[in-house]
Structure formats: structure tokens, C-alpha cells
């Protein structure tokens, strides 16, 4: 009797990575470029951030309770969301832009699939995608502080100069979350402590540069695909969208194939 095999329901496998764990990791790596953004662009950057981020948790907290389920807003995905979709829009959007963005992200792409762990896509980048399409012009106007000008990328496409030192650094146009150097830290955050892995973004990055060096139309310029680089939201989609782990694979070979 004592060689007995003792079974237990599942899950067998247990990991002291919990889901409030993971987003409250991402929160802190997230904290570097939220903060450069509220230090470059100004305090109602701040107020964009926090709109987005209380329209998420709100949006939640009525569908559970609408629907009569548990609360689920302390495992912080919510707070994620809110704080992902900030960082990819611009400064001085309008209130309502940030508010009504998170209602889709939580309602549509998360809360209507199942919640947390069934939706079928990134909820933040949902969001996005609803905001370009409904707003296209807020969603496109990047200035901030009576201060207006193309983008880095936009004026290297007409052939202009651009500092791509200032681009890495965050001092230029773009969207909240336009600091590569902040998120880098970020980035790395997340590889040393485990929440994510380095197959995702090192492949989708590569293959992207690869890309750009084929059809961009400079070649492998390494000034031109640094430029790229730092510029848009390659960095932030690679490390902290993509490698969302309910829409990414499991196993290495599918990361690397999913983020090329």
C-alpha cells in the first residue's frame, strides 16, 4: 500500500508565476517609459494615461458585475491594457479617445471572448486598431504643447535630416511610449525576470530589419535601419505586445516562427 501512486486533479505542474505576478511585473517594466513620457510631454500626458488605464478597470469591474462573476480586477490585467494602450497613442489626444479605447479593449476584445486568457488578440493593440479606425485623425495628430511637426519616419520619408539619437532617447514626435531607451529597460526587465522570453521579439525585430533592409529602398544602411528601429512602436509591439501569453505559442520553435 505505502507504493501507492497518489493522484490529484490538475494542474500537475505548478510555477510560482502567477497571473497578478506576470501583469505586475509588466506594470513595472512599463514604469520607465510612462514616466519619461509624463517628464517629456507634459501632466496631461499623465491624464491620458490615467483615463485609459480607469477606463479599462471600470469597463471590467461593471462586466463582472453585470454578468455575475467574480471580480478579476486584482490580477491586474486591466491596469496592463490600460497603460499598453496609452503608450501607443498620441500625447494630446483627446479625453474621450483614451476612455472610449479601453471600453473596446476590455469589453469587445477580452470580455465578450471569455476574459482574461480567451481573447483572440493583444486587447490593447485592439484598441488601437478601433481608435485609427474611428479617430483617424486625433490618432495621427502628434502634437503636444502648441508645438506641431511630422514624425522622425515622416520626415526621413521626404528625404530630411533626423537624430536618431534623440529618437532612441524619446526627445522627439510620436506617440506616448516614444522613448526606445526606456522601454529597452523595460524590455529587459522582463527577459532577466522571466515574464517573457527572447525568441519573440529577437525574431520579429531581425526579421523586420531584414525586411526593411530588402524593400525600404536604402539597403542595409545601418543609419537607416536604426532609424527604423527607433522609431514607430517596432519596440514596444516586439517585447510587450507580441509576447502577449495568451495569443503567443507555447513552444520556442512556434515563438520563433510566430515572431517572424
Same mark, same amino acid.
Given at each position: 500500500?505505502?507504493?501507492?501512486?497518489?493522484?490529484? @486533479? @490538475?494542474?500537475?505542474?505548478?510555477?510560482s508565476?502567477?497571473t497578478?505576478?506576470?501583469? &505586475?511585473?509588466?506594470?513595472?517594466?512599463?514604469?520607465?517609459?510612462?514616466?519619461?513620457?509624463?517628464f517629456?510631454?507634459?501632466? &496631461?500626458?499623465?491624464?491620458?494615461?490615467?483615463?485609459?488605464?480607469?477606463?479599462? !478597470?471600470?469597463?471590467?469591474?461593471v462586466?463582472?458585475m +453585470?454578468?455575475?462573476?467574480?471580480?478579476?480586477?486584482?490580477?491586474?490585467?486591466?491596469?496592463v491594457?490600460?497603460?499598453?494602450?496609452a503608450?501607443?497613442?498620441?500625447?494630446?489626444?483627446?479625453? &474621450? *479617445?483614451p476612455?472610449?479605447?479601453g471600453? #473596446?479593449?476590455?469589453?469587445?476584445?477580452?470580455?465578450?471572448?471569455g %476574459?482574461?486568457?480567451?481573447? $483572440? =488578440?493583444?486587447?490593447?493593440?485592439?484598441?488601437?486598431?478601433?481608435?485609427?479606425?474611428?479617430?483617424?485623425?486625433? !490618432?495621427?495628430?502628434?502634437? &503636444?504643447?502648441t508645438?506641431?511637426?511630422?514624425?522622425?519616419?515622416?520626415?526621413? *520619408?521626404?528625404?530630411?535630416?533626423?537624430?536618431?539619437?534623440? =529618437? $532612441?532617447?524619446?526627445?522627439? =514626435?510620436?506617440? +506616448?511610449?516614444?522613448?526606445?531607451?526606456?522601454?529597452l529597460?523595460?524590455?529587459? #526587465?522582463?527577459?532577466?525576470?522571466?515574464?517573457?522570453?527572447?525568441?519573440?521579439?529577437?525574431?520579429?525585430?531581425?526579421?523586420?530589419?531584414? !525586411? =526593411? %533592409?530588402? #524593400?525600404?529602398g536604402?539597403? $542595409?544602411?545601418p543609419?537607416?535601419? *536604426?532609424a527604423?528601429?527607433?522609431?514607430?512602436?517596432?519596440?514596444?509591439?516586439?517585447? #510587450?505586445?507580441?509576447?502577449?501569453?495568451?495569443?503567443?505559442?507555447?513552444?520556442?520553435?512556434?515563438?520563433?516562427?510566430?515572431?517572424?
Amino acid at each position: 500500500m505505502s507504493n501507492m501512486l497518489n493522484v490529484s @486533479s @490538475s494542474p500537475h505542474l505548478r510555477s510560482s508565476h502567477t497571473t497578478g505576478r506576470e501583469m &505586475y511585473n509588466v506594470i513595472l517594466s512599463l514604469l520607465p517609459a510612462t514616466i519619461f513620457a509624463v517628464f517629456h510631454f507634459g501632466l &496631461y500626458t499623465l491624464l491620458v494615461i490615467l483615463c485609459s488605464i480607469a477606463s479599462c !478597470m471600470a469597463t471590467e469591474f461593471v462586466f463582472n458585475m +453585470i454578468t455575475h462573476r467574480k471580480n478579476s480586477l486584482t490580477d491586474c490585467s486591466a491596469v496592463v491594457t490600460g497603460i499598453l494602450l496609452a503608450l501607443v497613442i498620441p500625447p494630446s489626444i483627446p479625453l &474621450y *479617445a483614451p476612455i472610449l479605447g479601453g471600453v #473596446f479593449a476590455i469589453l469587445v476584445t477580452k470580455c465578450f471572448f471569455g %476574459g482574461l486568457g480567451q481573447n $483572440f =488578440m493583444n486587447p490593447a493593440l485592439a484598441g488601437r486598431a478601433f481608435l485609427l479606425i474611428s479617430f483617424g485623425k486625433v !490618432m495621427t495628430d502628434y502634437s &503636444y504643447d502648441t508645438v506641431s511637426g511630422a514624425t522622425p519616419l515622416a520626415q526621413l *520619408a521626404n528625404g530630411e535630416t533626423i537624430d536618431i539619437l534623440d =529618437m $532612441f532617447l524619446g526627445h522627439a =514626435m510620436g506617440h +506616448i511610449g516614444v522613448s526606445i531607451c526606456a522601454l529597452l529597460i523595460g524590455a529587459v #526587465f522582463l527577459l532577466v525576470s522571466g515574464t517573457i522570453t527572447w525568441e519573440i521579439p529577437v525574431s520579429c525585430i531581425a526579421v523586420f530589419l531584414v !525586411m =526593411m %533592409g530588402l #524593400f525600404g529602398g536604402q539597403g $542595409f544602411d545601418p543609419m537607416f535601419l *536604426a532609424a527604423h528601429f527607433c522609431g514607430g512602436g517596432l519596440v514596444l509591439g516586439a517585447f #510587450f505586445m507580441a509576447t502577449d501569453p495568451v495569443t503567443s505559442p507555447m513552444t520556442r520553435t512556434g515563438q520563433l516562427i510566430y515572431g517572424a
